[in-house]
């Protein structure tokens, strides 16, 4: 550190260092508190933005509980248009989609939910998405479809839905009559724990179409 005789010494060292560095002193100053201004701008700002879409998603989801699918649709929209940066957005389209899958608008619920897929931040809610809209598919006969889609997931995500996908798989090869690729699909949605109770039964009324299919052939044979 220098060390300096007099005062007057002292002064005008100061003044030399702030001559040399003063304004970009200032100038760091000046940046930092916009920095922080800005960030705490920012913050407030996402706070506010999602305080007013949970006042939306609630007035949504009372209007759903109620049967008004109209007004539901339009508070839906209106978080997706205003609020597409918040969780409410995501949550609002998939309420949307169940109200136009009770409508019976397959197409439109089959949009939102490929919207879904590509869009959202989540893994979850996309192979949610995904999985819904494989049913859809098997609902109207599209079982190929379903398949692909069910092919196209990506792995590294999908693992707490391998037991759904697997039982999916086996309704959509029951439904083209491929029965040993069933039985695989559905045995393998048991052994990843799948908890649906009706897996079993599905197993056995395969067992059973394969006993019948078989007597089938067999008296044909006579």
Do not use: C, H
Not at 123 to 141: H, M
Not at 147 to 168: K, N, P, R, T
Request: proline letters at 0%.
């Amino acid at each position: 550190m220098e060390i300096y005789d007099t005062d007057e010494e002292q002064v005008a060292a100061l003044k030399r260092w702030w001559k040399e560095n003063g304004t970009a002193t200032l100038t760091g100053i000046v940046i930092g508190v916009m920095l922080i201004a800005g960030w705490r701008f920012w913050q407030n700002y996402t706070k506010d933005k999602a305080n007013q879409a949970s006042v939306l998603y609630e007035q949504l989801l009372d209007n759903v509980g109620k049967g008004k699918d109209d007004a539901a649709q339009k508070i839906s929209t209106r978080i997706s248009e205003n609020f597409d940066s918040t969780v409410y957005a995501t949550y609002s389209d998939f309420l949307l989609a169940k109200t136009k899958m009770k409508q019976g608008d397959l197409d439109a619920a089959q949009v939102i939910f490929k919207k879904l897929m590509s869009e959202s931040d989540s893994p979850e809610l996309r192979n949610l998405a995904r999985i819904r809209l494989v049913r859809i598919l098997y609902s109207t006969g599209e079982n190929e479809k379903g398949l692909q889609l069910i092919a196209e997931a990506d792995q590294s995500s999908a693992q707490g839905f391998i037991s759904s996908y697997d039982e999916l798989k086996g309704d959509l090869y029951v439904a083209l009559d491929r029965l040993g690729e069933a039985r695989t699909a559905y045995q393998s949605a048991l052994r990843s724990g799948s908890g649906s109770r009706l897996l079993q039964f599905k197993l056995d009324d395969i067992a059973i179409s394969e006993v019948l299919e078989s007597n089938t052939k067999a008296t044909g044979s006579k």
